[in-house]
C-alpha cells in the first residue's frame, strides 16, 4: 500500500518488488525474462505498476530473454534481463558474446543466486560468471539498496557501453523493506538502431581487438568502483571483516551488539575494486571473509595482499574458516566472528536441545494435481515392464514422493527428454519415459524432441500440460494465450509442434480420466520410435474446484487408495478413510481406484 | 523501538496476511521494518515462518535464534520447530489444534499436537488458543490469522497499537469481509488482555 510522504511515494515492497520499481525509476524500456525462484517477482511487480511504454516479457527461455534485450540495449534503450542463477547458464551463450560486442543503452542483467540452496538445483555463484565474462557485478545487501543499486547498474553500463550483472540472492529478494519509488517515471528517450557491421557483427577480429579494449576498460572500471558509494568502510582497528551481499547485513548487526567493529563491504566483486581494498586494508593484520557460495572475494584479497606484499592474515572458507556449501546466518556469522574477535558467545536461547520429535513435512503435490493422475497412469501401465522414468524441472518433480515413487532422474531444464533418449540406446530392453511440464516444454524441450526423432530414439514423451507455470507462481507461456503485454494470443499447441517435428504418434488424454490414459500409455509402449502423450488438465490453482468426493458405506477400509496415490485429501479418522473436503478438488482419480466403488461425488451416496 | 515478531505455521493458514497486516502496521506508525518469508517449494503443505523485525537494529531480514520477542504460532508442532528463535522470557502463543502432516495417513504416526504443547508450557511462557473453539462464532477457520493478531496486540509484545492494526485490516481485507475480521480481531484482543492479567497476577 503506497504511503505519500512528502513529494515521494514510500512502498513497503519485497526485494524483487523494488528491484523492478528501481528499474521504472531508471526509465527501462525493455524487461524481458523467464520464471525462475528467486527472481520471478521481479517481471510480475513491473506488470502491476504503471509502466506505459515499456514492452515486458514473459521469454520461452533465458537464452531467448537474454538476446531480446541485448537487440534493445544494441538500439540505445534501456534493457532489464531476469532470470535465477541457473537460467543465466542457458542464456551464457548470448551473453559472453554480448560482453565483447558491447552495448550501447543499459544493460541489467539481474540474475539471482540462490545460497542453501532453497529451491535450485546448485549453489553457482554469480560473480563468477561475471568475472568469467568480463563485465561488472553489483551486489546488494537488502531490498533498499537493491533499489538504488539497479540504476547505478544502468550508469556504469552506458558509461561503460558494456552489459552489466546485478546479482541478489534469496534473502534480498525475499525479503521486504520500504522504498521511496519516484511519484512518475517514464521510458528513456533513446536513438533507435543506427547500421554499423564493424560494431554489432561479431567476427573473429572484433573479438579479439574487443578482448584487449576490455581488459584495459575493466581496469578503469575498478579504478571507478574503488570511489563507489557501496563499497564502504565503517569501524576501525587492526582486525576486519570483509563482506558482501546479506551477509553485510549479518555483520552490521553483529557490530551493533559489539559496539563496533571494522567492516570492509565489497558491493562491486568484479572488476575488483583494488584501491579501495588497498585504503581500507591500512592498519589491517588480520582479515575475514565473509560471503555466500564461493570465495570469491576472498581470493581476489588474496591476490591484493599477494600483489602488494602485505603482511595481513586472510581467513574464510579456503582456510577452512567458514562452510563452502549453504547459506551464511547470523548465528553461524555471528559464531565465526565470535571466534575471530575473542568475543564470548551471548545468547539469550532457550535449550530445545531435549524437543520432541517433530511431525516431518515434506512437500508433496497438491490435493487434486493432475500430475499425480499422469505418474500413476504411466505407474499402472507399465507394471512388471522395465522402465526409466526421466524427470524434470516443476511442481512435477514431486512425482518422486512415495507412494509414486515416478522420478528415476532430474538432472536440468530440458533434461527429461534427452536423457530418455540416453537411455533407449544404452538401455534397449527398457521402456524410457520422458517427463517435462508445458513450459518447460516451450523452454527447453522442443530440439531435445527434434534429436529423438533424427537420431532414432525410442522413448515415450509425456507432456504433463496444466496450462501454466506453477511452480514459480503460475506465471503465462506460448500455450497460454496470454502474454504480460496483457495481450490475448494464439496459444502455440503443443500437439502440432510435435507433429511439426516429426513425431508420429501423439495421444492427448485428461489424465483424470484413469482408463484412457493408462491405455495411451499401454498403445504407446508398443509403439515403437518416438511418441508423445499430452496428458492435459489444468493445475488446481488456476480453475475452482469441482463437486468434492467422499467415502461411502461401501469401503472395505482397505487404503487402497492411500497406499497407490497418496493424496493429501486422503485422510484416516478413527481408523477410517475420510475425504479432507477442505482440501479435495473433485478430481474423482481416487474413486477411479477403489475396488468397490466406495468413494463417489457429493449426492453419490 | 525493537521487536522481533516470527509467524510460523503450516503452508495455507494464513501466516503471510498476519505478517503482512503487522508489518504495515509498524510502517503506519513511522518504523523501520524487515521482514521475509517461505516462498517456493517449501510453501506446499510444508512448514512456513514469516519474519517481522522492526526497528532500526535490525539489518538482516531474518530473525536470529534467541531473538524474537513473541512468536505467533498457528500449529503447535511449528512452534517447537521455531522454538530456538525466541528469546528467553519471550512470549508464543501457540494454537493448540494440530495440522497431521500431509504424509500422516501413508505413514501413521498418531501425532495429535498434546506433546507439543506439554513440551512449550516447560519451556516458556505461553498462550494457548484452540482455534476450532475460537474461530467457532464466525463459521470459518479462516479467521484465525485475524484472531491470534488480537491475541498478540493485546499483549503489548508486539508493540504495535490497536487502533493501527485495525486501521490495516480496513485496508487490506475486502467489504464484505471487513466487519467479520474487525469482530474476529477484537475477540482475539479480549483473549488477549485477559490472558495477559492471567500471567501479570
Given at each position: 500500500m503506497p504511503q505519500k510522504t512528502g513529494d515521494k511515494m514510500k512502498e513497503y515492497v519485497m526485494g524483487n518488488g523494488a528491484i523492478a520499481l528501481g528499474a521504472l525509476a531508471a526509465g527501462v524500456n525493455l524487461a524481458a525474462g523467464y520464471p525462475g525462484t528467486p527472481s520471478s517477482e521481479i517481471i510480475e511487480t513491473i506488470s502491476k505498476y504503471p509502466h506505459a511504454g515499456v514492452h515486458l516479457e514473459w521469454s520461452v527461455n533465458e537464452k531467448a530473454a537474454m538476446e531480446v534485450a541485448a537487440a534493445a540495449a544494441y538500439s540505445g534503450a534501456r534493457a532489464l534481463v531476469t532470470m535465477k542463477q541457473m537460467g543465466l547458464n542457458v542464456a551464457a551463450d548470448p551473453l559472453m558474446s554480448v560482453a565483447y560486442v558491447g552495448v550501447k543503452g543499459g544493460m541489467v542483467v539481474v540474475c539471482a543466486d540462490d545460497p542453501g540452496p532453497i529451491s535450485s538445483q546448485t549453489e553457482q555463484d554469480t560473480r563468477r560468471f561475471a568475472d568469467f565474462a568480463r563485465i561488472p557485478v553489483f551486489d546488494p545487501s537488502t531490498p533498499e539498496e537493491a533499489f538504488e543499486m539497479i540504476g547505478d547498474a544502468f550508469e556504469y553500463s552506458e558509461k561503460y557501453s558494456t552489459p552489466v550483472i546485478f546479482r541478489p540472492t534469496t534473502r534480498v529478494c525475499h525479503a521486504y523493506a520500504g522504498v521511496e519509488a519516484p511519484d512518475e517515471s517514464a521510458p528513456k528517450k533513446y536513438e533507435g538502431f543506427v547500421r554499423d557491421p564493424s560494431k554489432w557483427v561479431i567476427f573473429p577480429r572484433l573479438s579479439n581487438y574487443n578482448h584487449g579494449m576490455i581488459e584495459k576498460r575493466n581496469a578503469e572500471i575498478a579504478a571507478d568502483f574503488s570511489s563507489y558509494r557501496f563499497n564502504t568502510v565503517q569501524g576501525s582497528g587492526p582486525l576486519a571483516v570483509i563482506t558482501s551481499g546479506v551477509s553485510y547485513a549479518y555483520a552490521g548487526e553483529y557490530s551493533e551488539k559489539h559496539g563496533g567493529i571494522k567492516i570492509i563491504r565489497v558491493a562491486?566483486?568484479?572488476?575488483?575494486?583494488e584501491d579501495f581494498i588497498l585504503g581500507a586494508l591500512e592498519g589491517v593484520s588480520s582479515v575475514i571473509c565473509l560471503e555466500e557460495l564461493s570465495p570469491y572475494i576472498e581470493e581476489q584479497v588474496l591476490k591484493t595482499v599477494g600483489r602488494h606484499h602485505l603482511d595481513i592474515e586472510v581467513k574464510g572458507k579456503l582456510d577452512g574458516t567458514e562452510p563452502h556449501n549453504g547459506e551464511n546466518s547470523a548465528e553461524l556469522t555471528g559464531a565465526v566472528l565470535d571466534r575471530f574477535f575473542g568475543f564470548e558467545p551471548e545468547g539469550n536461547l532457550i535449550d530445545v536441545s531435549d524437543s520432541p520429535a517433530l511431525p516431518a513435512r515434506p512437500p508433496v503435490l497438491c490435493a487434486g494435481c493432475p500430475h499425480r493422475a499422469s505418474f500413476y497412469a504411466v505407474k499402472q501401465a507399465m507394471k512388471g515392464r522395465k522402465c526409466v522414468f526421466c524427470g524434470d524441472i516443476g511442481c512435477y518433480t514431486l512425482g518422486n514422493a512415495m507412494p509414486l515413487d515416478m522420478v528415476d532422474t532430474c538432472l536440468c531444464m530440458g533434461a527429461g527428454i534427452t536423457m530418455a533418449q540416453g537411455f533407449s540406446h544404452t538401455d534397449k530392453d527398457t521402456v524410457c519415459f520422458g517427463f517435462t511440464g508445458d513450459s518447460t516444454f516451450f523452454a527447453s524441450g522442443m530440439t531435445g524432441v527434434v534429436n529423438a526423432v533424427y537420431n532414432e530414439a525410442d522413448i515415450i514423451l509425456c507432456v504433463l500440460d496444466n496450462s501454466t507455470t506453477a511452480m514459480t507462481g503460475h506465471q503465462p507461456h506460448p500455450g497460454t494465450g496470454r502474454n504480460m503485454m496483457g495481450d490475448i494470443v494464439e496459444k502455440v499447441s503443443i500437439e502440432k509442434v510435435l507433429e511439426g517435428m516429426g513425431v508420429k504418434k501423439i495421444i492427448t488424454v485428461n489424465p483424470l480420466d484413469l482408463e484412457k490414459a493408462v491405455n495411451a500409455v499401454r498403445e504407446c509402449a508398443e509403439t515403437p520410435g518416438v511418441k508423445a502423450i499430452v496428458f492435459r488438465s489444468p493445475c488446481i490453482a488456476i480453475v475452482k474446484s469441482g463437486a468434492k468426493c467422499s467415502v461411502g458405506s461401501?469401503?472395505?477400509?482397505?487404503r487402497k487408495c492411500i497406499r497407490e496415490i497418496g493424496c493429501p485429501a486422503l485422510i484416516t479418522e478413527n481408523g477410517s478413510v475420510k475425504i479432507d473436503s477442505n482440501l479435495c478438488t473433485g478430481c474423482g482419480l481416487c474413486a477411479q481406484i477403489c475396488p468397490v466403488g466406495a468413494i463417489g461425488g457429493e449426492g453419490d451416496e | 523501538m525493537n521487536k522481533d515478531i516470527m509467524i510460523c505455521g503450516v503452508g495455507g493458514q494464513g501466516t503471510v496476511l498476519a505478517s503482512k497486516i503487522i508489518a504495515a502496521a509498524a510502517t503506519q506508525e513511522g518504523q523501520t521494518v524487515h521482514s521475509a518469508e517461505t516462498i517456493g517449494m517449501a510453501q506446499r503443505g510444508g512448514s512456513v515462518t514469516s519474519h517481522v523485525r522492526i526497528g532500526d537494529k535490525a539489518h538482516s531480514p531474518l530473525i536470529p535464534p534467541g531473538s524474537a520477542d513473541i512468536i505467533l504460532a498457528f500449529e503447535p508442532s511449528e512452534a517447537v520447530r521455531n522454538l530456538r528463535y525466541l528469546k528467553a522470557g519471550g512470549l508464543a502463543v501457540v494454537n493448540t489444534a494440530p495440522v497431521k502432516p500431509v504424509t500422516e495417513s501413508l505413514k501413521e504416526t498418531g501425532y495429535d499436537g498434546k506433546e507439543m504443547t506439554a513440551y512449550l508450557r516447560r519451556k516458556c511462557r505461553c498462550i494457548f488458543i484452540d482455534s476450532d473453539e475460537v474461530c467457532a462464532p464466525f463459521g470459518s477457520a479462516k479467521f484465525f490469522n485475524i484472531i491470534i493478531l488480537g491475541v498478540a496486540c493485546a499483549t503489548g509484545e508486539t508493540g504495535i497499537g490497536k487502533d493501527v492494526i485495525l486501521n490495516q485490516i480496513d485496508l487490506r481485507v475486502p467489504e464484505k469481509f471487513r466487519e467479520t475480521n474487525r469482530l474476529a480481531f477484537l475477540a482475539g484482543y479480549e483473549i488477549g488482555e485477559k490472558e495477559k492479567k492471567q500471567y501479570e497476577d
Open positions: 562491486t566483486a568484479f572488476p575488483f575494486p461401501k469401503c472395505i477400509n482397505c | -
